[in-house]
Nanobody, 125 residues
Framework: QVQLVESGGGLVQAGGSLRLSCAAS????????MGWFRQAPGKEREFVSA????????RTADSVKGRFTISRDNSKNTVYLQMNSLKKEDTAVYYC??????????????????WGQGTQVTVSS
């Protein structure tokens, strides 16, 4: 079993920054990649960014490219999402997820095996 715990969410003004963390524990040695997704009220959960543990390969959604940066610390089993130039439309619950084996499409939420409980990010205008 794998446990994922997100932190770092909160209330921020438009144009501000936040850094989210996702700490993994349990049977993490088999994790292939970690992803961040978000879900706004009344909308489907959407892909934000993902990183492969072994070589740091990343993929990021066009909607946040240039503003959000994903990174990982293998020694801490932790993934980060640095969010800059936040916009009101970034308001959502942010979730991290882990894929325990190889996946072709990092943006497909159905391919991830474990999910965190989510952390709220609210951007005020």
């Amino acid at each position: 079993q794998v446990q994922l715990v997100e932190s770092g969410g909160g209330l921020v003004q438009a144009g501000g920054s936040l850094r989210l963390s996702c700490a993994a524990s349990g049977r993490t040695f088999s994790s292939y990649a970690m992803g961040w997704f978000r879900q706004a009220p009344g909308k489907e959960r959407e892909f934000v960014s993902a990183v492969k543990w072994s070589d740091g390969l990343t993929r990021t959604a066009d909607s946040v490219k240039g503003r959000f940066t994903i990174s990982r610390d293998n020694s801490k089993n932790t993934v980060y999402l640095q969010m800059n130039s936040l916009k009101k439309e970034d308001t959502a619950v942010y979730y991290c997820a882990t894929a325990e084996s190889w996946i072709r499409d990092f943006s497909n939420r159905n391919l991830y095996d474990y999910w965190g409980q989510g952390t709220q990010v609210t951007v005020s205008s």
